[in-house]
C-alpha cells in the first residue's frame, strides 16, 4: 500500500470531495479517482459512498482512523531517518574501565548529549579484557580503556598515560614530607587492585624494579574507584591513577613520589577497519580525543 495513496483518501475526506483534494494536491481530479479505485482495489473494500456528495462506508471510517496513526508515524519515522542520517540521533554503544568510566566519561557525555539531545546513549562498564570482548562481539561500538593485548579484530588509539599519584591518610608520617621515593614506601602497607588490572600490574613493576619486597602484607580492593575511601579509613596507603583520587577526601592526601614511572596508556579502542560506525560515533570519539588530548593527530 503506497503512503500517497493513504494520503489522498484523508485528503479527501478532509476537503469534502474529489476536486478541491485534486487541487490540494496538484493532481488532476481522473488521477484521485483513479488512486482512490487503487487503493480500494488493494483493501478489498469500499471506501466512499458516492452521490452529490461523498460519505465514508463503515469500512472508510474504520480506515480514517488508523489511517492518521499510520501517516502520523510514517512522519515520524522519516523525521528519524532524516536525523540519522544528519548525525543528530541514533543510538551510541559505549563501554569504558575505570576510572574513566566514572571520572572521565560523564563529563564528555554531558556536553555530547548538549549538543546531540536526540541521541540515545547505552554505557557498559567493564574491565579492558570484558570491553575488548564486547567490541569483537558488536555489543558496543567503541571503548575507552587501557591499551589491550594485541588482537586482529581490533585497533586502539592511544589518547594519554595514566599518572599516578600517592594517597595517604592525613595523618601519615608522609603527609608533610617535601620529597618522597619509591623506596621510602618500603615499609608501608599497600592497597591493590586485582593482579589483573593494568594498573595494579604497572605499580607491582615500580615496586619490585624500586623496593624489592614489600614488607607487609597488602590488601586487595576489586574497584579502583574505592581504593580512597580504604585509605580514608587508614587500612593502608595507595598508588592511583590520579584521576581515581581527585580530588582527596576528607582525611586523605595525594603527594607525588619523584621516581614514579608512568602508567598505562589510556584511548579508544574500535574494530579494525570499521566501516560501520555512524556519524554519532565518530562525532563522539572526536569528542573524547578532544577531552583527553590537547592536540589530536589521528
Request: glycine share 6%; hydrophobic share 40%.
Amino acid at each position: 500500500m503506497e503512503i500517497r495513496l493513504i494520503k489522498t483518501f484523508q485528503t479527501i475526506v478532509k476537503l469534502g470531495n474529489f476536486q478541491r483534494a485534486a487541487e490540494a494536491l496538484q493532481y488532476s481530479q481522473p488521477t484521485i479517482t483513479i488512486q482512490i479505485k487503487k487503493l480500494e482495489e488493494e483493501l478489498g473494500m469500499k471506501l466512499f459512498e458516492r452521490g452529490k456528495t461523498i460519505t465514508l462506508t463503515s469500512a472508510g471510517r474504520l480506515f480514517h482512523e488508523r489511517a492518521d496513526m499510520l501517516l502520523r508515524e510514517y512522519d515520524e519515522l522519516n523525521s528519524s531517518l532524516t536525523d540519522f542520517i544528519q548525525g543528530d540521533a541514533g543510538v551510541v554503544r559505549v563501554g569504558a574501565s575505570e576510572p574513566s568510566a566514572s571520572s572521565r566519561l560523564p563529563g564528555i557525555l554531558s556536553a555530547y548529549t548538549q549538543k546531540k539531545p536526540k541521541v540515545q546513549i547505552k554505557v557498559k562498564v567493564g574491565t579492558t579484557k570484558e570491553l575488548m570482548q564486547m567490541v569483537i562481539d558488536d555489543e558496543i561500538d567503541l571503548a575507552l580503556c587501557n591499551q589491550p593485548e594485541p588482537h586482529i579484530e581490533l585497533e586502539f588509539h592511544r589518547l594519554m598515560k595514566e599518572q599516578f599519584s600517592l594517597l595517604l591518610p592525613a595523618g601519615h608520617p608522609f603527609a608533610e614530607r617535601a620529597e618522597i621515593r619509591m623506596k621510602d614506601l618500603r615499609n608501608e602497607k599497600f592497597l591493590f587492585t586485582p593482579g589483573t588490572c593494568s594498573f595494579r600490574i604497572r605499580i607491582e613493576e615500580m615496586i619490585t624494579k624500586k623496593i624489592g619486597k614489600l614488607r607487609h602484607n597488602s590488601i586487595e580492593v576489586a574497584s579502583i574507584s574505592a581504593l580512597k575511601y580504604y585509605v580514608q579509613a587508614q587500612l593502608g596507603i595507595a598508588l592511583s591513577p590520579i584521576v581515581a583520587i581527585s580530588p582527596p577526601l576528607p582525611g586523605t592526601i595525594i603527594k607525588q613520589v619523584i621516581d614514579m614511572a608512568e602508567g598505562p596508556e589510556l584511548g579508544i579502542l574500535i574494530k579494525r577497519n570499521s566501516t560501520t560506525l555512524s556519524q554519532i560515533n565518530k562525532e563522539l570519539i572526536a569528542d573524547i580525543k578532544q577531552a583527553l588530548t590537547p592536540d589530536p593527530d589521528w
